[in-house]
């Protein structure tokens, strides 16, 4: 069982930056695939960045140039850093994990980000 705690999100003005992180417990971290969704208001739940465990990665194209996923498999944990924030990013961001072996999906309880003047 993989259980996973985000934290980082808060308010920040548009054009700013956040870090957000995903800490996992158990010990299978390095084989999992690692992702951040997020959803907005009345909208469906979207990935956003999604790291492999070889450490290849992947963007939506809203995000792609402003937003980078890392992982650290030392300490369990993933991050989602995300510069040039707008308005439109705002929305509660979703950890979530993949273990290929067992196809189990884990997710986070979510953290909200909102980007606001």
């Known amino acids: 069982q993989v259980q996973l705690v985000e934290s980082g999100g808060g308010l920040v003005q548009p054009g700013g930056s956040l870090r957000l992180s995903c800490v996992a417990s158990?010990?299978?971290?390095?084989?999992?695939?690692m992702g951040w969704y997020r959803q907005a208001p009345g909208k469906q739940r979207e990935l956003v960045a999604q790291?492999?465990?070889?450490?290849?990665?992947n963007y939506a194209d809203s995000v792609k140039g402003r937003f980078t996923i890392s992982r650290d498999n030392a300490k369990n944990t993933m991050y989602l850093q995300m510069n040039s924030l707008k308005p439109e990013d705002t929305a509660v961001y979703y950890c979530?994990?993949?273990?290929?072996?067992?196809?189990?999906?884990?997710w986070g309880q979510g953290t909200q980000v909102t980007v606001s003047s």
């Open positions: 790291i492999t465990s070889g450490g290849t990665t």
């Open positions: 979530h994990a993949n273990f290929f072996i067992t196809n189990n999906n884990y």
């Open positions: 158990g010990r299978i971290f390095s084989r999992l695939t």
